[in-house]
Structure formats: C-alpha cells, structure tokens
T-cell receptor, first 120, second 111 residues
Framework: DAGVIQSPRHEVTEMGQEVTLRCKPI?????LFWYRQTMMRGLELLIY????????DSGMPEDRFSAKMPNASFSTLKIQPSEPRDSAVYFC??????????????????FGPGTRLTVL | KQEVTQIPAALSVPEGENLVLNCSFT??????LQWFRQDPGKGLTSLLL?????REQTSGRLNASLDKSSGRSTLYIAASQPGDSATYLC??????????FGKGTMLLVSP
C-alpha cells in the first residue's frame, strides 16, 4: 500500500488567495483526519470524518477553513482567503475505526507526509 | 479537556545507551495511546499502539508501557543508535479516534 498520499507537498501563496490541500487515505480505512502542526501549538486536530461524514469540526479555526470528503478515497481542506497565520504543516491521517472491539491495529492512525503551507 | 505532557522536551545521549521517554495525560478515560516518530521535515511514523486494556507493547528495541490509572506512559528505547535521532510524539485517543498530542521529545543520539 502506498500509504496516505497528500498533495501538494509544498505550497507558497499570497495572502488572500485560495488554497486547496488534497488527501488520499489508505484504501479500506473508514476514518480520515486533518491536523495542523506549528511550532507554537504543536499538532492540532482540525476535523475528522468517519465513513465520509464530518464528525467533529470543532478544531477548524474559523469559517475560512472548510473540508470535504466526497468519497472514501479523497478529501480536501480549503482555506479561503488565506492569511499569514495559516502558515503551518498540514497533515492528513487515516485509520480503520473498529469501535470497542478488534485487534491491536484498530484505530491506529497513519499519517501522510504533510503539506508545508507558507502564506506571504 | 485532555492534556498531554511529554518530558523531557529534549534529550541527548551517546550511542548505546538505554533511555526512557515519558508521557502523561490528565484524563485517564482513554481508548488507546499511540507513540509516533517524526523526522525533521517529515510526516509521523507510527511506532506502537497500546489499547486501554493493555499494559505494554513491544516492537524490536522499543517497548511502550501504559498505566492508565496514573495517566502515564513510557517509551523505552534499548541500545540507542544515531538513526533513532528524531522527535518522539505521544498521542492519546480519548474517544471517536481523535488524538490529543504532546509537544514531543526531541532525541539526539550521538555516535
């Protein structure tokens, strides 16, 4: 398996522009997560999907951020308009959510390589 | 709200030493705990996952323990190597698969 795939790996844009980050989860996984990592705040969960449905978006900083998961193999995180304070590394992760049962691999999250976003 | 703390923030050891990284969490009602490794400029690599019903997990030179009642986990690295140099992150799953991360321990193993 190729693992979680993210694109682009690097994005440099100017303030006010729209930015779209893309993620392809591991095939067969039913949960997808978007995280943001900064030096100051570390890793923070932005939004979480289960079976393509957004479950918890309480970490989305503001209305400028939106995320979609149109099917089980693709998700996007969009920032419109972008601001310099959005500069960070954005990670996508996926897992197989098995509820309270299952073996040791249930709920283990696997991360993509991240997208480094710089907003000038 | 779950809070995860990792101590020390940074650690430097000579090659060959055994070492312990610490992780503590404030809410013991967890589902599982996961240790990750992050190399500079890279993504996170899952090292070990401990379910709430387990006390420890082992993978090669790595051993992770979990004491849920006291809100603590440790990652033991045996016979450290320069290739172990990275940031190690502890993350707690408190429900619905969402992880709360610590700030990490930056490890440097010198030859």
């Amino acid at each position: 398996d190729a693992g979680v795939i993210q694109s682009p790996r690097h994005e440099v844009t100017e303030m006010g522009q729209e930015v779209t980050l893309r993620c392809k989860p591991i095939s067969g996984h039913n949960s997808l997560f978007w995280y943001r990592q900064t030096m100051m705040r570390g890793l923070e969960l932005l939004i979480y999907f289960n079976n393509n449905v957004p479950i918890d978006d309480s970490g989305m900083p503001e209305d400028r951020f939106s995320a979609k998961m149109p099917n089980a193999s693709f998700s996007t995180l969009k920032i419109q308009p972008s601001e310099p304070r959005d500069s960070a590394v954005y990670f996508c992760a996926s897992s197989l959510y098995g509820g309270s049962g299952g073996g040791s691999s249930y709920n283990e999250q696997f991360f993509g390589p991240g997208t480094r976003l710089t907003v000038l | 709200k779950q809070e995860v703390t990792q101590i020390p923030a940074a650690l430097s050891v000579p090659e060959g030493e055994n070492l312990v990284l610490n992780c503590s969490f404030t809410d013991s009602a967890i589902y599982n705990l996961q240790w990750f490794r992050q190399d500079p400029g890279k993504g996170l690599t899952s090292l070990l996952l401990i379910q709430s019903s387990q006390r420890e997990q082992t993978s090669g030179r790595l051993n992770a323990s979990l004491d849920k009642s006291s809100g603590r986990s440790t990652l033991y690295i045996a016979a450290s190597q320069p290739g172990d140099s990275a940031t190690y992150l502890c993350a707690v799953n408190s429900g619905y698969s969402t992880l709360t991360f610590g700030k990490g321990t930056m490890l440097l193993v010198s030859p």
